[in-house]
């Protein structure tokens, strides 16, 4: 994949930043963690097919989608099988995090590798990662030649839910890196919103990585915190 430009324009869609450029109108993205479906519908208009998957049976049969998106009622989590999952009313529901106001739901799970055979061959333009803890165990099995199929893979880790979980960010961040992403880490104080931009499928000219390490990201931080000043002000 080759941009016309090296000064991407970086959309970011609750802490998920992404290249909508590198994304073929004929492409295949996937949204693993849809929620209520914004992130789904906000891709929907960039490529040909999005496969969006969320378990949460609050949202069951509430998703008004575009017709390119495949809803599956489904977690994906490192092992298939039937999970326990926590349904949170204060915040998102997780295999792993529980806000004391939860109920119980089984849910039915599947691999990512399971997730990516409904795209069996070819490169995956887009892969979107927020599934509230789970990302580290998902990506820490998923084989070397599932991930290398991935242009793009934006990742919601969850340190700043469990601080103890940035060494093994740390190392699936080596790993990434290893296979030959550029990992660009786009938010300040956590790893809540990473890049990884896969280079054996997207050339990333020297121009276009110090925008994005630097320019973009902390452009956008200080103006982040401009608005939060300017609210306080104003309040």
Not at 61 to 81: C, Q
Request: charged share 20%; hydrophobic share 45%; with cysteine.
């Amino acid at each position: 994949m080759q941009s016309k430009t090296p000064w991407w324009k970086v959309a970011t869609y609750w802490s998920h930043s992404f290249i909508p450029e590198l994304v073929r109108t004929d492409g295949v993205a996937f949204d693993f963690g849809a929620n209520y479906g914004g992130f789904s519908c906000a891709i929907a208009s960039c490529c040909g097919r999005v496969f969006a998957f969320e378990p949460d049976p609050t949202w069951r049969g509430r998703l008004d989608l575009p017709a390119n998106v495949t809803l599956f009622e489904k977690a994906v989590a490192a092992k298939r099988g039937t999970i326990r999952l926590f349904v949170n009313s204060t915040t998102c529901s997780s295999l792993h995090y529980a806000d004391g106001r939860h109920t119980l739901a089984d849910v039915d799970a599947i691999t990512l590798a399971d997730a990516l055979s409904l795209h069996p061959a070819g490169v995956i333009d887009l892969v979107k990662l927020d599934i509230e803890g789970e990302e580290l165990p998902v990506l820490e099995g998923a084989a070397d030649e599932l991930l290398q199929r991935i242009a793009q893979l934006t990742v919601e880790f969850h340190d700043f839910l469990d601080p103890a979980s940035r060494p093994a960010i740390r190392r699936v961040i080596a790993r990434m890196e290893r296979l030959g992403f550029l990992v660009l880490k786009m938010s300040w104080r956590s790893y809540g919103d990473v890049l990884l931009l896969n280079r054996n499928l997207i050339n990333v000219p020297f121009l276009s990585r110090l925008y994005l390490s630097y320019a973009h990201r902390y452009g956008a931080g200080l103006a982040r915190m401009a608005k939060r000043a300017f609210r306080a002000k104003a309040a």
